[in-house]
Each structure stands twice: as C-alpha cells, then as structure tokens.
Nanobody, 127 residues
Framework: QVQLVESGGGLVQAGGSLRLSCAAS????????MGWFRQTVGKEREFVAAISRNGGSTGYATSVKGRFTISRDNAQNTVYLQMNSLKPEDTAVYYC????????????????????WGQGTQVTVSS
C-alpha cells in the first residue's frame, strides 16, 4: 500500500506563493490518480485539484483555477501543488490523496474515490 507525506505548507502573505509536495512510498505512484484536498475546522473536506496517473489530465476547483497548478513526477514518486496569488480564504490543512486508477486519463473529484491519504500540511495566508 502506498504511504503519502505532505510538505511545503507554512505562513504566507496574501498574494504570495507556496509549493506543496506529496512524497509517496511503498508503491510506485504511476498507477495512481492523485488529488489535493483541503479542510478547515467545522467544514467538509474540499476538492482542490486532481491529476491522472500519467499526468495528462488535470482538474481544478473553480476557486483555485488559474492560480494553482497540480503536477507529478512519477520518477520521483512525488506530486506537487503550486499555489500562486494566495488569498486568506485558501487557509486550510491541505491533504494529498491517492487511488489506484484503471486508465491513464482518469482523475476524481470526491474524497470517497480516494483510498489513501496523507497526514496534511497547514497553509495559512495572512491578509
């Protein structure tokens, strides 16, 4: 089974940038669709971005489209989330998730589609 560890979170001013990393171990992630989600206290986990197992297809939440970019390096067993033009409303714990995928182009928007989760990394955007 794959294990996931997120890193790269922190405190940044509005308008700034962060790059989150999700390092996988235990299995080669080339067979997994990957996603990023975020959650704040008292709210449900929210979809941010997802990428197919070969990196050829991606999807984004409307709230982050044009500001965030998901990418993956299967040789390094790592998935990234580049976050630009950050806003205070982007403040949350960000989670990486993985699921075994049957096709090169598939990715998923809902948490229930993902079998494996990381522990999360805090992102705080100050105004």
């Amino acid at each position: 089974q794959v294990q996931l560890v997120e890193s790269g979170g922190g405190l940044v001013q509005a308008g700034g940038s962060l790059r989150l990393s999700c390092a996988a171990s235990g299995r080669i992630i080339g067979n997994y669709a990957m996603g990023w989600f975020r959650q704040t206290v008292g709210k449900e986990r929210e979809f941010v971005a997802a990428i197919s197992r070969n990196g050829g297809s991606t999807g984004y939440a409307t709230s982050v489209k044009g500001r965030f970019t998901i990418s993956r390096d299967n040789a390094q067993n790592t998935v990234y989330l580049q976050m630009n033009s950050l806003k205070p409303e982007d403040t949350a714990v960000y989670y990486c998730a993985a699921t075994s995928s049957p096709s090169d182009g598939a990715f998923y928007y809902t948490p229930r589609n993902y079998a494996t989760w990381g522990q999360g990394t805090q992102v705080t955007v100050s105004s």
